[in-house]
């Protein structure tokens, strides 16, 4: 199977309310509270270390029976930029993706460099959703 390096669209950042674990090799979330800035309406989305998708996108991860990740609930602001450039504007729900696969192995996996790396299963799915400013590569 084809495995690709994927870099989501980073329409904000990690909100004040996040709580992070460094007792480890590399910062993980325990806790995230994202802070969106802008949004140009991509379904996974990121902030180093986070990573988070519509919670459309994401049921549709799981009912495919994607492997290397699970889901768990975050907090969504806006900032008063956000809230400026795009007056009344809701967000669709939002659900944090917790990666914890295996590269080469699961559908969703950080390698060495601490990127995300899809499978072609997991790239099919996400391309429904037409992303706009989320970078692809194979992986080498």
């Known amino acids: ?16 309310d996040t709580v992070m674990d460094y007792s480890g090799d590399q910062p993980r979330v325990t806790q995230l509270a994202y ?13 180093h270390p986070a990573f988070a998708a519509t919670t459309a996108l994401a ?16 907090r969504v602001t ?3 930029d956000f809230d400026e450039m795009y007056p009344g ?6 659900t944090e993706l917790v990666i914890d696969g295996q590269a080469g192995v699961d559908d969703f996996a950080i390698d060495k460099a601490n990127e995300l790396v899809l499978s ?3 790239l099919d799915i996400l ?3 037409g992303p706009v400013d989320t970078e692809v590569e194979p992986l080498a």
Do not use: C, K
């Not at 049921?59 to 975050?74: E, I, K, S, V």
């Not at 504007?89 to 939002?94: A, D, G, I, M, N």
């Open 78 to 80: 806006t900032s008063e």
């Open 120 to 122: 072609q299963r997991a």
């Open 35 to 47: 802070e969106f800035e802008g949004w140009l309406g991509d379904e996974l989305i990121t902030a």
């Open 89 to 94: 504007r809701e967000l669709p729900p939002f």
């Open 59 to 74: 049921d549709r991860f799981q009912q495919a029976g994607l492997t290397g990740f699970h889901t768990r609930a975050m």
């Open 127 to 129: 391309n429904t959703t």
């Open 1 to 16: 199977m084809q495995y690709y390096i994927v870099r989501p669209e980073v329409p904000g950042g990690l909100g004040e």
